[in-house]
């Protein structure tokens, strides 16, 4: 089929055909050695959901352990090794990179490009992060780190951590570091030079803005982080004292290292998440997203600010009062571009038509839960306050809402949104939406307490308590909940496993979606688009529906909308 | 929720210890539960507005009774609005914090029937009497020394000393002089105001000042290795007027137990044991 061909057609139509080439070395293979930008989205989706369980199980064997007073389940030493490995897993190997799958998956799509800029870059990014997981769970054959995520040296140094887990941990910030930097570049390059023609960057759609400063973000931050760990290797191993008190080095020097990558490292996890929020809402809710620019433009400003409010993780630490002053001052200020995101978020569903799916279900569970842990984050800004609040339970509670309440909801959403793109069958709508119920009561019941426990002396990172203390009722309620957060999240699971096979067929646009990955079929041929469209708007997807309404004079249906209205 | 709800319904005596920090046991404790209480107020007013549109949103606009959605792309002054809006509340909340802080890390003057002593370095009450006690984290146990000339050097040997549970007279001005020996730990009583790192090579300052006798609870707040969750704190204040012969008297019990282990000591290698 020729080009003039297509120019020539009246009415717009899905233009993409599945190439077939005969299959010269066995399926396994493929996957070993693909660069195509879609089936590594999916090696890294399918890979950070199994970190995601194991982080998981790390999560409710702790509860489990907390659930009674003086609990002797599991030993104080154990107890460190999970706490360590669930912050880390979570972190390093779940959130962030699980965001890179979908950016992988969706943000040449979204652009109308054929693939990344560097696809075997790509994978490579890919597979440094399977090792990097790797060299860190063989930990669990020896032993395990115990000094927490954010290994403050001196506990971290030789003389208090004596393992080799703690080197496999820096060596999994170092593995996963060059993966996270390898991508981002990646991201960058093709979403600055890749998108379709017309594309502009006032067209761009929003997840691709955030993907796009999610990039930036990690050039940025990660480089210190490196640094730091190799600090440590060094002090740990080769006579260097850059952390040793003993030899006039500074352990307070990590902890500036360390936050200045760490609270960047917030925004990298919870952005991405941002972004698909901001392309699910319009699409369900019939509306043109409220205030395109300002939330491209808040989105800039979070990454800006995020680079300024590292010192809010120290404000117990030996740093002078006019600095506390400052971080406070700087962090307050997130508040704004943040607070700007949820008003235009509700403001897109007012005056809407809102469908309600297991995607928006979603969606709309992450802001009843983000706005909590937005608001509890001003309490710890308050660096008087955060003396009282740090290091406590309360500050569990506050990360949990904005990373599970916010990033783990959003990927959530991602998943029941894009599942029909990438398998090309349906997921079962009533499934998803008593999943979501499963895992938002539990969820809250898990974490809202812990606000309480902070409040009433409870520090994080203890093994056990006494019974005396009243802590006893808010700890069983917590643990109950997370087991039955754990079920909703097992019920997605299950609908996930049985959709791929069983699922409705979804059709290119299931949903009457507004991007461009909309206009190719599910699942999309390896070369994703024959023809490109050009783009006018920031919802191309509707234009062209609008197009060939005009052109046929017959409404268009969403593509599969009978199928999940059944449900 | 529903055992959550129970359970505040049937213990609303404990129900204050779990929405605000815990106060009581100092003015900087308390001087922090009243800035949090301010900014618990005005969160409650955001929450509930910010909740609320977006429940009623979810509920008026289904597609079942908003068939046709408002093609609407937003609104500058209406988004330049809840911007200035959303700064000024933080402007006010910086502001109020201002207003608190001297409270919260200036120590006021002791009692004139404290137990007062010459005072080194910050932080000062503003007469410059204040008592000195040195707190030494190490794993995993806390160390208190007594008495002002400890800043220089926190084991010394002629000042009293005691471990875990602090003892300290009512109605007078404490400085915690804090410091670590080998990680970092974090000292913190609730009651008694907020936390501060013990980071070795550093020294942190704190200051409390109990207005009646009692027993306060705290625990090391920074993960410090594996018996972390044991590394717990007492405070124990007792009258002032009592004071100096606690002093003396945990002198006299150090000797004793010193002269013990030097008798011991000296057995065991006469004995050929050491």
Not at chain 1, 145 to 169: H, N
Not at chain 1, 204 to 223: D, E, K, Q, S, T
Request: proline share 6%; glycine share 8%.
């Amino acid at each position: 089929m020729s080009t003039t061909e297509i120019a020539l057609r009246p009415v717009p139509q899905v233009v993409a055909h599945e190439v077939i080439v005969p299959r010269e070395t066995k399926r396994w293979v493929d996957w070993l050695t693909t660069t195509d930008h879609k089936k590594i989205g999916i090696l890294y989706l399918v890979t950070t959901f199994v970190f995601f369980m194991l982080g998981g199980v790390e999560a409710l064997l702790m509860r489990v352990q907390l659930g009674v007073p003086n609990n002797t389940l599991l030993s104080s030493e154990h107890y460190n090794e999970l706490l360590t490995m669930h912050g880390t897993t979570m972190v390093f190997l779940f959130v962030v990179p699980i965001m890179a799958g979908f950016g992988n998956y969706f943000v040449p799509l979204m652009i109308g490009a054929r693939d990344m800029a560097f696809p075997r870059l790509n994978a490579l990014s890919f597979w440094l992060l399977l090792l990097g997981g790797i060299v860190f769970y063989m930990t669990l054959f020896f032993h395990p780190p115990e000094a927490g995520w954010w290994s403050y040296p001196p506990l971290s140094s030789i003389t208090y951590s004596p393992s080799g887990g703690q080197d496999a941990w820096i060596f999994l910030i170092h593995i996963t570091g060059i993966s996270s930097l390898v991508g981002a570049i990646n991201f960058y390059a093709t979403i600055v030079n890749m998108r379709a023609p017309g594309m502009s960057w006032g067209r761009l759609p929003l997840f691709v803005w955030a993907i796009l400063i999610y990039a930036i973000l990690l050039i940025i931050a990660l480089p210190p982080v490196a640094a730091a760990v190799t600090m440590l290797l060094t002090d740990r191993h080769f006579g260097t004292h850059f952390f040793d008190p003993t030899a006039h080095g500074s352990p307070v020097l990590w902890q500036h290292l360390f936050w200045f990558f760490g609270h960047p490292e917030v925004y990298i996890m919870i952005l991405p998440g941002f972004g698909i929020i901001s392309e699910v809402i319009p699409v369900f809710s019939r509306k043109p997203i409220f205030g395109y620019k300002a939330i491209a433009a808040s989105t800039a400003v979070i990454a800006f600010l995020a680079t300024l409010v590292w010192a809010h993780h120290m404000f117990a630490a030996p740093v002078p009062i006019v600095v506390l002053g400052f971080f406070m001052l700087s962090s307050f200020l997130i508040g704004v571009p943040t607070g700007v995101k949820i008003f235009n978020w509700i403001a897109t569903l007012w005056r809407g038509s809102i469908q309600m799916t297991a995607a928006l279900y979603f969606a709309l569970g992450f802001i009843a839960l983000f706005v909590l842990g937005g608001i509890t984050g001003i309490f710890l800004a308050t660096f008087p306050v955060d003396w009282q609040l740090n290091d406590t339970y309360f500050v569990v509670a506050h990360f949990h809402y904005t990373l599970v309440g916010g990033a783990v909801f959003t990927i959530f959403c991602g998943i029941y949104y894009w599942f029909p793109k990438i398998t090309g069958r349906m997921m079962n709508e009533t499934v998803g939406k008593v999943s979501f119920w499963f895992m938002f009561i539990g969820f809250n019941m898990t974490f809202f307490v812990q606000h309480a426990l902070g409040l009433s002396g409870m520090p994080r990172r203890i093994y056990t308590y006494a019974p005396n203390l009243g802590w006893s009722t808010y700890n069983l309620i917590s643990t109950i909940g997370s087991f039955i957060l754990a079920v909703g999240i097992l019920i997605t699971v299950v609908n996930v496993v049985r959709s791929l096979h069983h699922g409705k067929v979804a059709g290119p646009d299931p949903w009457k979606g507004n991007t461009l990955e909309w206009f190719t079929t599910s699942p999309p041929p390896v070369n994703n688009f024959d023809e490109v469209p050009r783009v006018r708007s920031v919802e191309p997807m509707r234009d062209i529906r609008r197009q060939i309404e005009r052109q046929t004079g017959v409404t268009q249906k969403t593509g599969g909308s009978e199928q999940f209205a059944r449900v | 929720m529903l055992v959550l709800a129970a359970s505040l319904i049937l213990a609303p005596s404990a129900l204050a210890n779990f929405i605000t920090p815990k106060s009581g046991g100092s003015p900087n404790a308390d001087q922090i539960a009243s800035l949090y209480k301010i900014i618990l107020y005005v969160a409650a007013v955001v929450f509930v507005i910010v909740e609320g549109a977006l429940i009623y949103s979810i509920y008026r606009f289904r597609a079942k009774k908003s068939a046709v959605a408002a093609q609407i792309h937003g609104n500058t002054r209406l988004e330049i609005g809840w911007t200035v809006a959303a700064a000024l509340i933080l402007v006010v909340l910086t502001v109020v914090t201002f207003v608190k802080l001297p409270g919260i890390i200036n120590p006021p003057n002791s009692n004139a029937n404290g137990y007062l002593a010459a005072s080194l370095s910050a932080p000062e009450p503003p007469n410059g009497k204040e008592f000195t006690v040195c707190v030494t984290g190490r794993q995993y146990i806390w160390r208190y020394t007594y008495g002002a000339q400890c800043v220089n050097n926190a084991f010394n040997s002629r000042l009293p000393y005691s471990y875990q549970e602090m003892t300290v007279p009512v109605g007078t001005t404490v400085k915690l002089v804090i410091q670590s020996t080998d990680v970092v730990h974090s000292w913190w009583v609730p009651s008694l105001g907020g936390k501060v790192d013990a980071v070795p090579g550093y020294t942190t300052y704190t200051w409390f000042k109990i207005p009646h006798t009692g027993l306060w609870h705290g625990q090391c707040a920074q993960l410090c290795g594996r018996n972390h969750a044991a590394m717990t704190a007492l405070v124990h204040a007792i009258p002032a007027d009592e004071y100096a012969a606690w002093l003396s008297n945990q002198s006299a019990l150090i000797s004793a137990a010193n002269a013990q282990v030097t008798q011991l000591r000296r057995i065991l290698i006469l004995n050929g044991n050491l």
